[in-house]
T-cell receptor, first 116, second 111 residues
Framework: EAGVVQSPRYKIIEKKQPVAFWCNPISGHNTLYWYLQNLGQGPELLIRYENEEAVDDSQLPKDRFSAERLKGVDSTLKIQPAELGDSAVYLC??????????????FGAGSRLTVL | QKEVEQNSGPLSVPEGAIASLNCTYSDRGSQSFFWYRQYSGKSPELIMFIYSNGDKEDGRFTAQLNKASQYVSLLIRDSQPSDSATYLCAARGYNFNKFYFGSGTKLNVKP
């Protein structure tokens, strides 16, 4: 079974430029998450999708960040324009919705963004 | 106050010793608890999860949960240099799909 796939793995851009990250979750996982991880910190939720619906986007800076999950599978996270403080690792994760205690989060390899 | 708190470390233990990693959480409604290991430059990978009070063992790893004290721990027996990483504690809230992460504890296992 393929894991969570993210691209690109690395991206270097100049400030004010746009950037987009793509994520393909584990097949059958209906919940998809985008997390931001700064160096030395734990992952912080940006947005959570259940199927196509963004059910928790309270931490997404909507003035410059946007996300979509068309057809409830792949997702794209966009930043426009990027700022120096956006340099971080953007992690995508997925899980299978359910009431089981075994509902675990599986992460992709992450996309490391450097804004110059 | 963060939902999940961890000591950032670093925690240094000699090879072969027991490493003890701790975590507290603030939401009494949290249902399940997870330990992830994250090597430098890599993404978090699940070690184990626990949702019942008491201990859960998996190989060299034991997770302990005390819901009354809102405390979770991870014990690593016979620590190896390859265990050197940052360990992230996470809690899953009453909403089954919302996960909160601590900032991680860096573990160094010295040969």
């Amino acid at each position: 079974e393929a894991g969570v796939v993210q691209s690109p793995r690395y991206k270097i851009i100049e400030k004010k430029q746009p950037v987009a990250f793509w994520c393909n979750p584990i097949s059958g996982h209906n919940t998809l998450y985008w997390y931001l991880q700064n160096l030395g910190q734990g992952p912080e939720l940006l947005i959570r999708y259940e199927n196509e619906e963004a059910v928790d986007d309270s931490q997404l800076p909507k003035d410059r960040f946007s996300a979509e999950r068309l057809k409830g599978v792949d997702s794209t996270l966009k930043i426009q324009p990027a700022e120096l403080g956006d340099s971080a690792v953007y992690l995508c994760a997925s899980s299978l919705r359910g009431s089981s205690g075994a509902n675990v989060l599986t992460f992709g390899a992450g996309s490391r963004l450097t804004v110059l | 106050q963060k939902e999940v708190e961890q000591n950032s470390g670093p925690l240094s233990v000699p090879e072969g010793a027991i490493a003890s990693l701790n975590c507290t959480y603030s939401d009494r409604g949290s249902q399940s608890f997870f330990w992830y290991r994250q090597y430098s430059g890599k993404s978090p990978e699940l070690i184990m999860f626990i949702y019942s009070n008491g201990d859960k063992e998996d190989g060299r790893f034991t997770a302990q949960l005390n819901k009354a004290s809102q405390y979770v721990s991870l014990l690593i027996r016979d620590s190896q240099p390859s265990d050197s990483a940052t360990y992230l504690c996470a809690a899953r809230g009453y909403n089954f799909n919302k996960f909160y992460f601590g900032s991680g504890t860096k573990l160094n296992v010295k040969p």
